[in-house]
């Protein structure tokens, strides 16, 4: 029964989540309101409309002063940056699931004994025939990739010669606040599904291959071997590190032309990996969209697996990595007998089509199944786990007041240039998280005292444990963009160019949020105390791989334990400040 519960849970989550949407917005009856000016509880007398949302009053001067300025109560609003702020957590809310945390990292994980797992626990979605026959089917993963290129022209099409207001051009919605806060939501809940329907791997693999659907058979390639000095994922973390620096310091989420210029630079690394080197070399080892959705991967609950590996041990043929009729190589050089973790399989299904033995499996298991198994850690894997924890909590910060506050102060200092300021700013945000992390690191290594345990064991081990952190915290700071924003598309969809089209009759149509503030508080810190529960559970794993020993394993992760509480408790703190929604003039 256990088992069960931890298999269904992050879609127990899901529902939850969907219902409190609907329940909030369809039938506010039971909501008790609160008047935005003095904070008291008050009825359904004295309303006021903002920005297509009702807020009611206690009084007539309250809703007066409110009628004269509401962005002074609500939202900050700036004609200038195209911003407006909105609130962070409330300090009782803060304070509150600061005192969660700490609660669950000594009250209940550190004092027991607690190691329960569901390893082992798997439901196979290709047991249903009609599944297993659409990923069969040739036009299946055709129609997906025409789909996902189709928004990905409209994409382009927009960007380069459609309006560049922001607020009148469907691009920097589409890719920045519905593409991008979708995808982590896509990866929590289906692992490497983008891969899936990656449109530049999509327009790439057709120019190659010189057909749409089907086996390619020799195609355009050159067919050079990925040069072994590269054959890490360095390439994907250099590449998101830069992806940051030119999103956040050039302002690209609001220019929708510099938005189009870089998915096709997505699209001409994906056609020099296609034409140039052998398989999808790219993919693995430098699409930085595909790394990071890769490495999440280790925490989602769906996987690609062998159904049984003595079968795979017999197999003579191993079509699923050489390819035959039916299917291609794999195109990551995975090969099903010793694949055990999910972070460079792109889900392409055709070890699927090419298994001649039908042993292959889609598996449905519980939330971080990967990290909690023995497996060979990797460096440069915990680098890029350190660089998601810093870079997601750098955009968060970057969105506040606090921000330009200290980058002002660094010009100031310095005497350097708004640019310079910015990457010394993001390059200090950078390290000294890993910094606090190599010396707690330290501290647990010398605290654990088993000398066939090297310290850089430690460090790369413990990184694993991060991701939770860095993962839900990336979900929540999303999520504000998602919930808050994400129903402008319906009205752009009418006029993604912003030529004054009315297709569908939306375009005049203003929509208010898809949850109101106080639930989108809720739903995130129920998501950074998730990230850090999770966090904890597989630390304790790790512990306990080093020292089989309970009491050792607990002695040595104690420092760990004081990072986790510090990253939550930061996740946690950036939420609390104001944030400015960029996209906001969408």
């Known amino acids: 029964m256990k088992g069960r519960v931890a298999l269904f849970f992050p879609y127990v989550c899901a529902l939850l989540v969907i219902a409190t949407l609907v329940w909030r917005n369809w039938d506010t009856s039971f909501v008790v309101h609160k008047d935005p000016v003095c904070h008291m509880e008050v009825g359904e007398d004295l309303v006021a409309r903002f920005e297509g949302q009702s807020h009611f009053f206690c009084t007539e001067h309250c809703r007066e002063l409110f009628r004269k300025n509401p962005g002074a109560y609500l939202v900050v609003a700036s004609s200038a940056s195209g911003t407006h702020t909105m609130l962070g957590l409330p300090n009782w809310l803060y304070y509150g699931s600061v ?47 025409a789909f996902s290129v189709g928004l990905f022209v409209l994409i382009l099409g927009a960007g380069l010669f459609g309006n560049q207001l922001p607020s009148k051009n469907i691009a920097p919605l589409l890719t920045w606040t519905i593409w991008w806060g979708g995808l982590i939501v896509l990866i929590l809940y289906a692992g490497k599904a983008w891969c899936y329907v990656c449109p530049w791997d999509a327009i790439a693999g057709w120019a190659e291959g010189l057909r749409f659907w089907g086996r390619k058979g020799e195609g355009l390639s050159l067919q050079i071997k990925w040069p072994k000095f590269m054959r890490n994922i360095w390439p994907a973390t250099i590449l998101f590190i830069g992806l940051t620096w030119v999103e956040i310091g050039f302002g690209v989420t609001m220019q929708p032309r510099a938005t189009a210029w870089l998915a096709l630079g997505m699209v001409a690394m994906a056609f020099v990996s296609a034409f140039v080197f052998d398989r999808k070399s790219f993919c693995r080892y430098g699409c930085l969209v595909g790394r990071v959705s890769g490495l999440y991967a280790l925490f989602s609950p769906i996987e690609v697996r062998a159904r049984d590996k003595d079968v795979c041990r ?18 990551t ?42 497996f060979r850690p990797r460096s440069d894997e915990a680098y890029l786990a350190l660089v998601l924890l810093t870079l997601t909590g750098f955009h968060g910060l970057t969105m506040t007041g606090l921000w330009r506050e200290m980058l002002m102060a660094i010009q100031m200092t ?57 993962l839900f915290y990336h979900l929540a700071h999303n999520s504000e963009h998602l919930l808050m924003e994400g129903q402008k598309i319906v009205a752009l969809v009418s006029d993604p160019f912003g030529w004054e089209w009315n297709l569908f009759g939306t375009a005049n149509w203003t929509l208010p949020p898809l949850i109101d503030l106080p639930t989108l508080w809720a739903v995130q810190v129920c998501l950074v105390v998730i990230g850090h529960i999770y966090s904890l559970w597989i630390a304790r794993h790790t512990a306990l791989a080093f020292f089989p020993d309970s009491k050792a394993a607990l002695r040595s992760q104690l420092p760990m334990l004081v990072a986790m509480i510090l990253f939550s408790t930061v996740s946690l703190w950036l939420l609390k400040q104001p944030m400015e929604m960029r996209t906001s003039a969408m």
């Open 99 to 145: 005192g969660v945390i700490l609660i669950l990292s000594f009250g209940v994980f550190e004092k027991s004994r607690y190691n329960a797992t569901a390893s082992g626990l798997r439901f196979d979605l290709l047991q249903f025939p009609r599944l297993r026959r659409l990923l069969l089917h040739s036009m299946t993963r055709f129609g997906v990739h």
């Open 314 to 331: 017999s197999c003579k043929t191993h079509s699923c990595y050489k390819g035959n009729e039916q299917g291609e190589p794999c195109p």
């Open 333 to 374: 050089f995975q090969y099903l007998g010793t694949m055990d973790s999910s972070t460079y399989c792109i889900s392409c299904m055709e070890c699927l089509k090419s298994c001649e033995q039908e042993n292959v499996s889609l598996n449905l298991r519980p939330w971080g199944e990967d990290l909690t198994k023995t």
């Open 414 to 470: 310095l005497g350097i240039g708004e640019t310079f300021a910015f990457t010394l700013g993001m390059l200090g945000f950078m390290v000294a998280p890993v910094v606090a992390y190599a010396g707690l690191v330290g501290v647990s290594w010398f605290s654990g005292g088993e000398q066939s345990v090297t310290y850089r064991d430690y460090f790369i081990r413990y990184a694993y444990a991060l991701l939770p952190i860095a």
